[in-house]
């Protein structure tokens, strides 16, 4: 009678431990492991217990040692659901770390996707604002060009909002890079200038005035590199940058920062072409804004005074001691190159490299 009420209670203990750890008693877990030896290896203190009291069974007679193997095989089950329990909670945990390890990963992907989608977004709008630079600045000097007046108005106004726009951009940069407000004074003052210029009147003035403040702006960027040992890979870019929009063929190579001026004097003579003369105003432009170091040229020494045309010309637009003859002698006398040796690159990448340097032509115009 005992035996049974123990049974019994030991019955429902079970039922609420199979109930907790989701198995059946006894569940086998693998292939690999009896059940004795996975109850002893993962319920040992239930496991010792069954053992101890199959001992102490062996040991008794009459009821006392049915009592003990009741007790005995009840802990022997317990040990079994157990050892279900421990298992599936193992699991469990693994489980759960698997998901988290899962979700962290696709966190790292959700991270890069974001990463590639907001490079792609800045190249694009890298390329649709120097496609639209480029556009402005044509149409900045349009109105020298002849037979054209009424119909260009409304580019002139377009054209100088916009250069007004980018010296306000680009006096913002320089204050960013270190310069002192004093210093960029008369930046602000020329900005000025050319907003206070009424658009519907006195058009070509306001363009003017728009470009002399953009000149003024880009003197104060010039400035503040200026004030650094030397220029950085991200002014290397910035300057690449500032040629594609000019559109003055560029790239990096270990001379230096290459600007291509084919075209830029008559195949004979030395005598400047209506594009080599906005060439050199681009040279300018992109000599303030980046002061580093001599601007060598490039050209067919021979003859002499075609060199020394290019370089009267230029220093036109360039402090005259940053202009620097090099000996060169070009197999095509119509390649003309403008090297800025402070800005060379020892191992150019293919993406600072640009494809159209090699591809100018000498009729390319504005």
Same mark, same amino acid.
């Given at each position: ?116 989608? =907001?490079?792609?977004? %800045?190249? @694009? #709008? &890298? +390329?649709? !604002?120097?496609?639209? /630079?480029? *556009?402005?600045?044509?149409? $900045? ?60 009147? =006195?058009?070509?003035? %306001?363009? @003017? #005035? &728009? +470009?002399? !403040?953009?000149?003024? /702006?880009? *003197?104060?960027?010039?400035? $503040? ?75 067919? /020494? ?65």
């Amino acid at each position: 009678m005992r035996a049974v009420l123990l049974r019994a209670l030991f019955a429902s203990w079970l039922c609420a431990c199979a109930s907790a750890g989701g198995a059946a008693p006894g569940q086998p877990a693998g292939t690999h492991e009896s059940s004795d030896a996975r109850a002893a290896r993962l319920a040992p203190d239930l496991h010792a217990r069954a053992h101890e009291a199959e001992l102490a069974a062996q040991q008794a007679s009459g009821e006392t040692q049915d009592d003990l193997e009741a007790v005995a095989a009840l802990l022997r089950e317990a040990s079994l659901v157990e050892a279900d329990r421990v298992e599936l909670e193992r699991k469990r945990h693994a489980s759960e770390e698997r998901e988290e390890q899962q979700e962290l990963a696709r966190a790292e992907l959700d991270r890069k996707r974001l990463a590639v989608e =907001a490079r792609v977004r %800045r190249s @694009e #709008a &890298a +390329r649709i !604002a120097r496609a639209e /630079a480029s *556009r402005v600045f044509a149409m $900045a000097v349009a109105d020298e060009r002849p037979g054209r007046a009424q119909d260009l108005e409304s580019e002139r106004r377009e054209a100088a909002a916009w250069l007004i726009g980018r010296a306000q951009l680009t006096l913002a940069a320089a204050l960013a890079l270190g310069l002192e407000a004093p210093r960029g004074q008369a930046a602000r003052e020329a900005i000025e200038r050319a907003q206070r210029m009424p658009q519907a009147s =006195a058009t070509n003035g %306001r363009l @003017e #005035a &728009a +470009r002399a !403040a953009l000149e003024a /702006a880009e *003197r104060a960027v010039g400035e $503040a590199r200026a004030l650094r040992p030397g220029p950085s890979r991200q002014e290397q870019q910035a300057l690449l940058e500032m040629a594609a929009e000019r559109g003055v063929p560029a790239a990096l190579d270990a001379r230096g920062l290459v600007l291509d001026l084919t075209g830029a004097m008559a195949p004979r003579g030395s005598a400047l072409t209506p594009r080599g003369r906005k060439l050199l105003e681009h040279v300018g432009a992109i000599a303030r804004a980046h002061p580093h170091g001599v601007l060598r040229v490039e050209i067919d /020494a021979k003859p002499a005074q075609r060199a020394r045309a290019l370089i009267d010309a230029l220093a036109k637009h360039v402090e005259p001691a940053r202009v620097q003859l090099g000996e060169s002698a070009l197999p095509d006398p119509a390649r003309i190159f403008i090297v800025l040796l402070a800005y060379g690159d020892p191992q150019p990448t293919s993406a600072q490299l640009t494809p159209a340097l090699d591809a100018a032509a000498p009729g390319r115009t504005e």
